[in-house]
């Protein structure tokens, strides 16, 4: 397995450098981006991140080779076998990936949330310590103080039986020793802060008076009430409806510059990463299968399973009029995966070399842009890379 | 770090549903639940172990017209050898035992010197029809009652659901004893109709809920859009879901069944003299408990012994249904 | 939510009326009433009686006619009298605080026991203790109650009074317990290697030494706990409260509570004279004194944490107070050993005839006669209690609040004390009131073996007579007190679950 010496140096070519580079992919950019963010059921956001401020250069979180392994009566599922990536101040990293393929538990592992009988190996470095060596006393110091989290269902990710004042403040208490009352104007800050109208009567409320959106913003104030440097918001969009979804992201973006944090975006919606992040690590069965700068891994995308993932967003008109079609088949199964690139057996591009050795996580022709695939320069020599997949899905019927 | 939850989180799926999704051999649904029923350990055990006792009830003394193995009867008496004691003796010579002996009466016998075994395998006979009876009736009154108001809804639910909460209202000892006190004395038979007439309100709220839950899936909204019949709707579609649930139920039904019957018998409103069961032998002879407790713990042991194997089997029958349900003694 | 509660109660009364008359007409045939006469001898005697009775029982019109006979008898507050003519009422007076009190003590403590030991068991899923009570509860399940009681009758009362005249205990019998208590403790503490090793060893030392000890200088002979007992165990009980209440993360709530015992125990020094002979209502107004004093001391030493120190300190308080009242009880046991003639678990009543003593005596008398009907009891409700539970905290431990709790880096205490428990006990509360309608049910059986003169004799004895009024007063005591029982469940509800609170 190779891991990219530091796939987290800023990359030095502009984005414009880069576009004019290659006018083909600029034009197909145009068919490309419009409609990720323009198709309907898509998030309009209006806070770009352009408008956003710049990420510094001091790395934060730095993961390592992390692998995470469940032993279970069936075997041993390997739900992650090597992630690295890092992340800067006020950066916006996504991580992408279909169900299933270790985003979730790659994240709770750097969070410490995963049930006991996870074994975990590799690194995670914060500013500089690693903290599967911490004692546990001082990974729950990290936890909702330096690191935040937001979940996917914000529906069930609150206690029902406290009010939100009383669990936002009590992310403060765990960490803080001051009065109550202090907690609670934090608290009222936060909801402030996170767009909730009227604050310090909401402190009161339960979380069944609030809505799906409410809930979510109410998560936000609670993952950032203690200005976390990492906030990991693990599908923060998925359950909510289309315009919510679009304030919600906004919300995080101006949050995360009140109080420079990074924030790691996890998420299977690409329109999503599109507006929101600078990098993207792609997963597919537990490991990075491309990684860089958002663009770059959208427009010049240098493994099939990323082209796929783009050709199947729903409901999305080619220039050429086709209707994209979704990946064929199921990802493996992460017990006994067999040798050779998991994504194989579903892979239009597929060869005898793909079957037999599994490709590792190395550079393109682009700096700081890695993908793990054999076949990444037939990628790189056609226009449109999602056309694999409409040609195969077309002989398909 | 987290303390443990090592159960997979069902929201993920399981790894073992991921591994079987991914397998190439489906396996039916019969073959996945056969398979998980008999991994629990327990509930093999509690098979095996009902098995025995009812063979040996049965096959010992006989039933009917047919003859048993075992030479003496459960009503003649004879002369009392030894004080009554027990001649079984399960203890090999070498570990300072008597050997492994069956011998003249394996349980003792009883004041009036009747083989307290035959008599003892008289009461599980009738306990066990008592106890089979209850599960059979109260899972069929609860099962269409559950269904009948699940299914049908409005008017015909809200009746069903009242009379329900009306015998809710009783406790089932108080009610199953009232009815006993009448029922008992016309035989066993009626005796088992009359319990499971009054313990099959859990498991008609039980079924209920689950047609409430089924009659909004898809496939039943397409059957009855499709203009099929309730009746069919009901056999064919919703049925079949449920079957996990009524059969697990039924298990505990008999457990709880044999256990009521046998407290009722104690108190003298169950099985009546001449005939026995296992609980009105404790009855009779718990007085003896302090000079010949033989004859106070072999029917217990029985009685723990069924209801103990019915248990187990049931738990296992839940697991293989469904992994995630729980479960409350009614 | 007085609305609902008041709807709630509206639907509960009448569906107690439609099942009084079931239980009305059940009774009506279960039989004969005249069976008891046919066979005497004097036939016109016979005649005499059976007349006068038909005419008590109204036995010329028809069930349903009788049953509202009965119904308008009770309007005007009239339990009527048995077919002997005697007054219901009569019979009920006596009977009826014994058997409430059995069922009460039964439920009250199944529902502590068993929600502890399901939680202990749910948090360590899989270990050798979660695997032994699981087995337990399945055995629980499966006991004959009546079965149990007579050899609880055997074992627990006639040969420990028995062991009582000479009460030592043999040394292979403290190692069985030392060891089982050890491998307990190994599994309750769960985590590290070193960290359960030493819970096994400590608890091995300690469940020896104690009972060594309290074999060698006959404790048992003349139980009590003394000034030293009182003083470690109230403090004992203020660490415990504090752990699992506030943590010892800050100080101030453990200050609380230690202030709250050393309050206690000076009250205790000092309490002979309020103490000697009190009485139920004192013993109340103490308790709430005591809850008031350990507030305010968690007021005044809360600081920061100042909600958390008061609930300690009341906690604290109310267990202070506890073992001072068990300490007096004990105090008298010579006094009473001596007088029930060294027999003092008693197999038969709810009470010693003729018994007459001062307020702590009567105490032990009412505990001797109560411990092994509450124990027989205890098993109906125990195992469901702990199934339940645990089955409960399971489930909520795999929630995704509980996730977030900790991603807020509260400690696993708070997680679980704060955030768990109280939504596992949400679901608790529905079985409490479904189960209670089992406990009275399980009393018929246990006051059977116990020989009490309570509700459960009058039940069986009326349904073998044949005799609708003691039948039901019986079902109306014990339909009432479900009805109330659920009320409570329903404001447990409420209380611990606010989505409720609302409608
Ligand atoms: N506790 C566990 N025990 C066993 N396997 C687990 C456990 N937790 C997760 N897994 C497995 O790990 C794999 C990765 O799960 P993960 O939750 O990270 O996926 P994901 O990428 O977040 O998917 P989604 O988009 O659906 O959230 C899955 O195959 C899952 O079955
Ligand atoms: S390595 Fe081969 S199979 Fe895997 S993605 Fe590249 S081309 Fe497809
Ligand atoms: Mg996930």
Redesign the pocket.
Known sequence: MTIPSDPSMPSEPSKEAKMSDRPEARERARHVEHPVNDAPGRPQLAHHLDEVKPPSTEEILRVEGLTVNFPTDDGVVQAVRGVSYAVREREVLGIVGE?GSG???SSMAVMGLLPKSARISGKIIYRGNDVLKMSPKEQRSLRGRKIGMIF?DPMTALNPVYTIGDQLAEAVLSHETVPRKHAMSRAEEMLALVGIPQPKQRLRSYPHEFSGGMRQRAMIAMAVINNPDVIIA??PTTALDVTVQAQILEKLLEVKDEVNSAIIL?THDLGVVAGTAHRVLVMYAGKPVEVGETDEVFYRTRMPYTAGLLGSIPALETASGERLRPIKGTPPSLINLPPGCPFSPRCPLATDVCIESEPPLAATDALDHLAACHHWDQLAESDDPTVFFRAESEVGR | MSTETSQPNPA?GTPSDAAEGMSVVARTQGQIIRRRFFRHRAAIGGMITLGAVIILAYSSIGFGPFPGWWDKTYYSTASVVDGGRPTLSLLPSFLGGKGLRWGEHPFGQDNVGIDYFALVMRGTQQSLVVAFLIGIVSTAIGASVGATAGFFRGRTEAVLMRATDVIIAIPTLIFAAILAAAAGRAGIVALGLAIGAVTWTGLARLVRGEFLSLREKEFVEAARAAGTKSRRIIFKHIMPNTVGVIIVSATLAIAGGILLETALSYLGLGVRAPDVSLGSLISLYETAMPTRPWLFWWPGIFIVAIALSVNFIGDGLRDAFDPRQTRVRD | MAVFMARRLVISIFTLLAASFIVFWGTSIAGDPMADLRGLQDEGQAQQQMMARRERMNLDVPVILRYFLWLGDLFTGDLGVNKFGQSVSGILAPAVSATLQLVIAATVLAIVLGVTIGIVSALRQYSGFDYTLTFAAFLFFSLPVFWVAVMLKQFGAIKFNDWLRDPTIPLPVILVFAVLSGLAWMAIAGGSRQRRLTALGVAFVATAGLLWTLSETGWFSDPGLGVIAVLVLAFGSAAGVTFLIAGFRHRPPLFAALATAAVGFVFYLASEPILEEPNWGLIFLLALVAIAVGLGIGYLLGGLQRRQAMAVGAVTAILVGGIIFVDYMLQSYGDYYGRVRGRPISTIGASTPNFRGGFWESGLDSAGHLILPTMALLLISFATYTRYTRASMLEVMNQDYVRTARSKGLTERTTVTKHAFRNALIPVTTLMAFDFGAVIGGAVITERVFGWQGMGFMFIKGLQDVDPPPVMAFFLIAGGSIVVFNMLADIAYAYLDPRIRVS
């Open positions: 169900s985003k979730s538990v996917q693990d599908e996890i | 993920r």
